[in-house]
């Protein structure tokens, strides 16, 4: 697995890090390049980990047939259907071994961890956040699949990688994990009004309607004009860095 790693100029003796987790067809290139997000974690003195969204070359026939299944369409699930279930672990990878490949080789603040992502990344990182609140302490997301038991991407890839049981689904469902293990911090979504996904794919209102439901903190933000690409993450990549930053005490 590939991952890119920003480290801020200063001199510090622990340094609170971010995850972004990026979205279908990704690699670990995209957000570094694309978002500006750079100038913005040197201001806060922040190191940004920014992992691939799937195993690549792992010889699994058909592997690379699809582009929102397979090789760079992890879903950050931890498969559990052959032969996937030998290669694709996204979701152990990003709560466990990266975070521990980070702090073995880099100096953070492990009381100071986040995740944020876009789409199908959005996704992973709200599920990763609610589930794992003790570990990442502050979580946003751009353009996120929310509900993705109830979008095409999402049953094609739970169906794919973790079998017809959509009860093994419900672990891997932002909405349907809010409702029973409410995050301890304030969640903040953006949203653009022109992204053709959003009825479809995201759903951003049934996440809205599910936080709503057992007062979890969230903003959800609709952006005029904004469609689903990294210009959209670029225009308001500061204030995904500034909740965080607010968030984890920075």
Same mark, same amino acid.
């Given at each position: 697995? !590939?991952?890119?790693?920003? %480290? =801020? =100029? %200063?001199? %510090?003796?622990? +340094? ?5 987790? !990026? ?6 290139? &995209?957000?570094?390049?694309?978002? &500006? ?9 922040? #190191?940004?980990? /920014? ?9 699994? @026939? ?16 931890? $498969?559990? *259907? /052959? ?9 152990? +990878?990003?709560?466990?071994?990266? =975070?521990? *490949?980070?702090? /073995? ?5 492990? &009381? ?12 992973? $990182? ?6 794992? @609140? ?5 979580? !946003?997301?751009? /353009? ?16 794919? +990688? ?12 932002? !909405?349907? *994990? ?10 903040? #979504? ?19 309607? $599910?936080? %709503?439901?057992? &007062? ?14 990294y210009y959209f993450i670029s225009s308001f990549i500061e204030d995904h860095i500034k909740h965080h930053v607010k968030e984890l005490g920075v």
């Amino acid at each position: 697995m !590939s991952f890119a790693v920003y %480290q =801020p =100029p %200063q001199v %510090q003796k622990s +340094y609170p890090v971010l995850y972004f987790l !990026s979205g279908l067809t990704c690699t670990e290139e &995209n957000f570094i390049v694309k978002a &500006n997000a750079l100038k913005y974690a040197a201001e806060y003195g922040l #190191i940004l980990v /920014a992992p691939d969204t799937s195993p690549r070359n792992a010889g699994i @026939p058909g592997e690379n047939d699809n582009w929102d299944f397979g090789t760079g369409a992890g879903f950050y699930v931890d $498969a559990t *259907l /052959a032969p996937w279930s030998n290669y694709y672990n996204m979701y152990s +990878y990003i709560v466990e071994e990266l =975070p521990n *490949l980070i702090a /073995a080789n880099f100096s953070i603040d492990i &009381n100071k961890q986040g995740i944020f992502g876009h789409s199908m990344g959005g996704h992973g $990182a709200l599920v990763c956040a609610i589930r794992n @609140p003790n570990k990442f302490k502050s979580v !946003s997301a751009f /353009a996120p699949i929310v509900a993705p038991m109830q979008c095409t991407w999402g049953t094609k890839a739970f169906t794919g +990688y973790l079998g017809e049981d959509n009860q093994n689904w419900r672990l891997y469902d932002a !909405s349907e *994990l809010v409702r029973k293990h409410k995050y301890h911090g304030h969640i903040l #979504i953006d949203q653009g009004t022109d992204d053709k996904f959003i009825q479809e794919q995201l759903k951003p209102e049934i996440f809205e309607q $599910a936080c %709503q439901e057992v &007062n979890q903190p969230l903003t959800l933000r609709y952006q005029d004009g904004y469609d689903h690409s990294y210009y959209f993450i670029s225009s308001f990549i500061e204030d995904h860095i500034k909740h965080h930053v607010k968030e984890l005490g920075v």
